[in-house]
């Protein structure tokens, strides 16, 4: 088994600097960074069906436009699939890559 404890050191030194970002439910929050620019899905523009069909499409970033708690349900479903504390769900696999690159190594 390898040792991830750098992963452990690492975390603790991004939350004594401040630099700890954890995703959140969007409770009574307004939406001002997604890609939602023209208010089109806000302003109620769209049919009901519209609504639905865009109701857990991606407006902006996870971490800045709200998460949801569909996508929490899945990663702990992936999780415990295999067998791993956690699980994170990425746009598409040039955004998992460049995520993981950029933080682990």
């Known amino acids: 088994m390898r040792d991830e404890t750098f992963l452990d050191r690492k975390l603790a030194e991004r939350r004594a600097n401040a630099a700890f970002r954890k995703l959140r439910l969007p409770e009574g929050k307004v939406d001002r ?6 208010g089109v899905v806000r302003d109620g523009l769209l049919t009901a069906g519209e609504q639905e069909a865009l109701a857990h499409g991606s407006g902006g970033s996870r ?4 998460n949801y708690a569909l996508i929490e349900e899945v990663e702990g479903l992936l999780a415990g ?18 995520g993981l690159l950029s933080c682990v190594p």
């Open 33 to 38: 960074c997604s890609n939602d620019y023209l």
């Open 63 to 66: 971490l800045l436009a709200g």
């Open 81 to 98: 699939f295999h067998a791993a504390p956690a699980a994170l769900i990425y746009n598409s696999g040039y955004d998992a890559n460049l």
